[in-house]
């Protein structure tokens, strides 16, 4: 995932409930994250980092993630805290378990939910 402040979304990613396993900043400019991987408490994870302009990665602000949790009402609740907005309130889905999902202070798309496909 690109962003255009690492900082501020690890920050996030930290208070909905990730961990935090490495990080790789520029010698040249340490606010530039080159690469951040982060995990999931229930599995699984999400690498990022910072923007750059001569990037064909997708612009930041544009991804969408579906995290599998037992408690997506609580996911909601902290993500909702840490600064996101609301897209979908959490409700039982019909194809199983619930969900919700916002998005992030820089725009992408999160859904949390308890449904977990296979």
Request: charged residues 25%.
């Amino acid at each position: 995932m690109s962003v255009r402040d690492a900082d501020v979304m690890t920050t996030w990613l930290a208070a909905i409930g990730f961990r935090e396993h490495a990080t790789y900043r520029s010698a040249e400019d340490p606010g530039v994250v080159e690469h951040a991987e982060w995990v999931w408490e229930g599995g699984g994870g999400i690498m990022l980092g910072t923007a750059r302009p001569d990037s064909p990665v997708t612009a930041p602000g544009r991804s969408s993630a579906y995290l599998v949790t037992d408690d997506p009402d609580g996911a909601v609740e902290r993500a909702l805290a840490a600064g996101a907005t609301l897209e979908r309130a959490v409700v039982d889905q019909d194809h199983g378990g619930r969900g919700g999902s916002v998005r992030d202070p820089e725009g992408n798309h999160w859904s949390f939910g308890s449904y977990q496909p296979g």
